[in-house]
């Protein structure tokens, strides 16, 4: 699978963005999804995790009742959508995907990533 992440951009403390990846292919409903970051000289970490039917999702402790991931599998498309932004939340946003039933954290475990798109907070 193919993946494609859309809508980050510049936004205030407080603000809000969707980002978006699309799926390339006739599978996607057969893949879980997880929304990862990387902040300059951090680790990539994972935001939040969707299982393939979304059924089951996993959200970092720093992002809980802040950020919701969704998946329309209709349209090939996982979602994350990120409320009252935080400066600390600047990072590059990856999609990335993986095969396993279920919500899994380790990043060793994702086969297929996107580009990424860059998610800045102003202050």
């Known amino acids: 699978v193919q993946l494609q992440a859309s809508g980050g951009g510049l936004v205030q403390a407080g603000g809000s963005l969707r980002l978006s990846c699309a799926a390339s292919g006739r599978t996607f409903s057969k893949y879980s999804m997880g929304w990862f970051r990387q902040a300059p000289g951090k680790e990539r970490e994972l935001v939040a995790a969707?299982?393939?039917?979304?059924?089951?999702?996993y959200y970092a402790d720093s992002v809980k009742d802040r950020f919701t991931i969704s998946r329309d599998n209709a349209k090939n498309t996982v979602y994350l959508q990120m409320n009252s932004l935080k400066p600390e939340d600047t990072a590059v946003y990856y999609c990335?995907?993986?095969?396993?039933?279920?919500?899994?954290?380790?990043?060793?475990?994702?086969?297929?990533w996107g580009q990424g798109t860059q998610v800045t907070v102003s202050s």
């Open positions: 990335a995907a993986h095969l396993l039933p279920v919500v899994v954290t380790k990043t060793v475990f994702y086969q297929y």
């Open positions: 969707v299982s393939q039917t979304g059924s089951s999702i």
